[in-house]
């Protein structure tokens, strides 16, 4: 069984702040890849990374960074500089490589941006 | 490409109807997925297709729930009956098998269902 777990519910920051979201997985798939998703207010699913577990580079997106540590099975998201536009809903996901394209998506972290 | 379009984008309905939604996929996408999104139990896999064939539908709720994708450029998910707690937004998406990786899912912008 696969499982991803969004600790943080719900995170309020100022703009300019730094934020990390935590996301931790669990699967018995000796390969298998990791994805952010983004939920702005208008409610569509906005892509934002995907990872496999072979790769636990670190990787940086303008604002954007994801660090991916298999040894504690956390692959966290980090804004640099939060601006207002950043406020929405992130999902994390994972997606064994025997289950297709299937995604399992963690319950998702609502962030507050605050000018 | 237009990305996945589902209809309708809102639905209303009474207890008791029966409900459908479509959903047209992205254009060479073999994998199709339908998801229910709820503030209790968040994002949630209801069934998906892989070459029109479904593949896993244990997250379907119960009988009531039915999904078809009689071709590759579309797919169908009825309530019938529908009932207050089917309330929720229903997302569909599509991805492609590109070798031996895991694609990314490309979402349709949901229909939100309300049944009074």
């Known amino acids: 069984a696969q499982k991803v777990t969004q600790a943080q519910t719900e995170i309020s920051v100022v703009e300019k702040e730094d934020v990390t979201l935590d996301c931790v997985y669990e699967?018995?798939?000796?390969?298998?890849?990791l994805f952010w998703y983004k939920q702005p207010p208008s409610g569509e699913l906005v892509f934002l990374i995907r990872r496999n577990s072979f790769d636990e580079q670190n990787e940086i997106s303008g604002r954007y960074s994801w660090n991916f540590q298999k040894s504690t099975s956390s692959f966290n998201f980090t804004i640099t500089a939060s601006q207002v536009v950043d406020s929405a809903v992130y999902f994390c996901a994972l997606s064994g490589n025997n289950a297709g394209n299937m995604l399992t998506f963690g319950g998702g972290t609502r962030l507050m941006v605050k000018p | 490409d237009a990305g996945v379009i589902q209809s309708p984008r809102h639905e209303v309905t009474e207890m008791g109807q029966e409900v459908t939604l479509r959903c047209k996929p992205i254009?060479?996408?073999?994998?199709l997925f339908w998801y229910r999104q709820t503030m209790m139990r968040g994002l949630e896999l209801l069934i998906y297709f892989n070459n029109n064939v479904p593949i896993d539908d244990s997250g379907m709720p119960e009988d009531r729930f039915s999904a078809k994708m009689p071709n590759a450029s579309f797919s169908t998910l009825k309530i019938q009956p529908s009932e207050p707690r089917d309330s929720a937004v229903y997302f569909c998406?599509?991805?492609?098998?590109?070798?031996?990786?895991?694609?990314?899912?490309?979402f349709g912008s949901g229909t939100q269902l309300s049944v009074l």
């Open positions: 998406a599509s991805s492609p098998t590109m070798g031996y990786t895991n694609e990314k899912l490309f």
């Open positions: 254009s060479g996408h073999d994998y």
């Open positions: 699967t018995r798939d000796t390969t298998y890849y």
